[in-house]
């Protein structure tokens, strides 16, 4: 998605949960300020374009389906973890932070790209976490994308990986390990709102997934 795209759902998921649009803003501000994107949108294109693309969350399918990955491999944050017990690094990961950090610096210092993303609730972990990273990142934001920072669409680290597929023009999209009923209970998590969260996601997905079939992509497995 292009931000003018992308703006109208953005809108509507501040007013569903009283985000804050300055929180947001002020998280992107900061996270450039930590480190920069050090890989440009032309090199994911590279990776992404006219190829089948396999995203994996982290729901408790995908050691089920860990068998239909095939193609250039997104994982979304937590199931980072669970390819990385298969011996599979993924070749790019969407993440807030808020999942199994040693994991995920692991698998970066090994060559997945981190698309790292900043919203109002996780300055902290930007501070903490974002200037450990050593390998190729890409710092994203859910509000208006300013140098050095980019959106392509997307509200959960799910929904943004299929928003970072769609936008770089993948062939094939496969949903690996999703359910977007039934969240992984989380500690520290409300899952009251990971539930909303998780129809947003769906609904990003599905509107998405009209586009390509309009478009004459292949739709998602």
Same mark, same amino acid.
């Given at each position: 998605?292009?931000?003018?795209?992308?703006?109208? %759902?953005?809108?509507?998921? @501040?007013? *569903?949960? /009283?985000?804050?649009?300055?929180?947001?803003?002020?998280?992107?501000?900061?996270?450039?300020?930590?480190? !920069?994107?050090?890989?440009?949108?032309?090199?994911? $294109?590279? +990776?992404? %374009?006219? !190829? =089948?693309?396999? =995203?994996?969350? #982290?729901? !408790?399918?995908? $050691?089920?389906?860990?068998?239909?990955?095939? /193609?250039? &491999?997104?994982?979304?944050?937590? #199931?980072?973890? &669970? @390819?990385?017990?298969?011996?599979? %690094?993924? *070749? +790019?990961?969407?993440?807030? @932070? *808020?999942?199994?950090?040693?994991?995920?610096?692991?698998?970066?210092?090994?060559?997945?790209? #981190?698309?790292?993303?900043?919203?109002?609730?996780?300055?902290?972990?930007?501070?903490?976490?974002?200037?450990?990273?050593?390998?190729? =990142?890409?710092?994203?934001?859910?509000?208006?994308?300013?140098?050095?920072?980019?959106?392509?669409?997307?509200?959960?680290?799910?929904?943004?990986?299929?928003?970072?597929?769609?936008?770089?023009? #993948?062939?094939?999209?496969?949903?690996?390990? %999703?359910?977007?009923?039934?969240?992984?209970?989380?500690?520290?998590?409300?899952?009251?709102?990971?539930?909303?969260?998780?129809?947003?996601?769906?609904? =990003?997905?599905?509107?998405?997934?009209?586009?390509?079939?309009?478009?004459?992509?292949?739709?998602?497995?």
């Amino acid at each position: 998605m292009e931000w003018n795209e992308w703006k109208p %759902f953005y809108e509507k998921i @501040l007013m *569903d949960f /009283g985000f804050s649009i300055k929180k947001d803003e002020e998280s992107a501000i900061l996270a450039v300020k930590i480190k !920069k994107s050090n890989i440009s949108p032309e090199e994911i $294109k590279k +990776i992404i %374009f006219n !190829k =089948i693309v396999s =995203i994996c969350g #982290a729901g !408790k399918k995908l $050691k089920d389906e860990i068998n239909e990955i095939e /193609g250039i &491999i997104i994982s979304a944050d937590e #199931a980072t973890s &669970i @390819l990385l017990n298969k011996k599979i %690094f993924p *070749d +790019i990961i969407t993440t807030d @932070l *808020d999942g199994n950090i040693d994991d995920i610096l692991y698998a970066n210092s090994n060559g997945s790209i #981190a698309i790292i993303h900043a919203h109002g609730d996780n300055m902290k972990n930007l501070e903490e976490y974002l200037q450990k990273f050593s390998g190729k =990142i890409m710092i994203t934001t859910q509000s208006k994308p300013f140098n050095g920072i980019y959106n392509f669409g997307g509200f959960t680290d799910g929904d943004r990986a299929y928003c970072i597929a769609e936008h770089f023009k #993948a062939r094939k999209i496969k949903l690996i390990g %999703f359910d977007f009923e039934n969240p992984a209970p989380k500690k520290g998590k409300d899952m009251e709102i990971k539930k909303r969260k998780l129809r947003w996601a769906k609904k =990003i997905i599905e509107n998405l997934k009209e586009r390509r079939e309009d478009y004459g992509y292949m739709s998602p497995e």
